[in-house]
């Protein structure tokens, strides 16, 4: 199993999000997805969900919130848990240039029309309605959603 972090930092309205066009052999190749990744050995959410937004970002996270968990299952990948954020406050600027695709500020109105996983479209939906901490199972054949469990917590 792997663990990883997803961070949907925003401003005026807007998402940063990376689209995914630059890695060889990436299993998001042509989505558009939050910035995160990988827990390396030791880390605890919260210091990778750091250190991943600054190496892809440049940016410092100043507030955010963990939002969620996901859970991906799959016939293809590795089952992932995923701690979803949102941040709202940063230090630094913006890199001209990441290792893994080109980051853009979107609109968040305009989000759903873009190559997405199926599965981001039902956590951005709950994140869009405020809805309260979530735990979430989502379940692929493919790249294809097969199934969805969410439970929501006052």
């Known amino acids: 199993m792997k663990n990883t972090t997803l961070c949907y930092i ?3 309205g807007a998402y940063l999000l990376l689209h995914r066009n630059k890695k060889q052999n990436d299993e998001n190749e042509g989505k ?3 910035v995160g990744g990988k827990f390396e050995l030791g880390e605890m959410p919260e210091e990778c969900l ?3 937004v600054r190496e892809e970002t440049g940016l410092t996270l100043l507030q955010y919130q963990l939002r969620g968990i996901v859970t991906f299952v799959s016939d293809v990948w590795e089952t992932e848990y995923m701690f979803l954020y949102t941040a709202d406050a940063f230090a630094g600027e913006l890199t001209e240039c990441c290792s893994e695709g080109e980051l853009e500020w979107i609109p968040k109105k ?3 029309g873009l190559e997405l996983w199926e599965g ?3 956590f951005l939906r709950l994140l869009d309605e405020d809805a309260p901490f979530f735990s979430m199972k989502l379940c692929y054949k493919g790249d294809k959603l097969v199934s969805t469990l969410t439970k929501q917590y006052a």
């Open 10 to 12: 925003e401003k005026d």
């Open 32 to 34: 558009w997805i939050g």
């Open 50 to 52: 750091l250190r991943e």
């Open 110 to 112: 305009k989000i759903l």
């Open 120 to 122: 981001d479209r039902e």
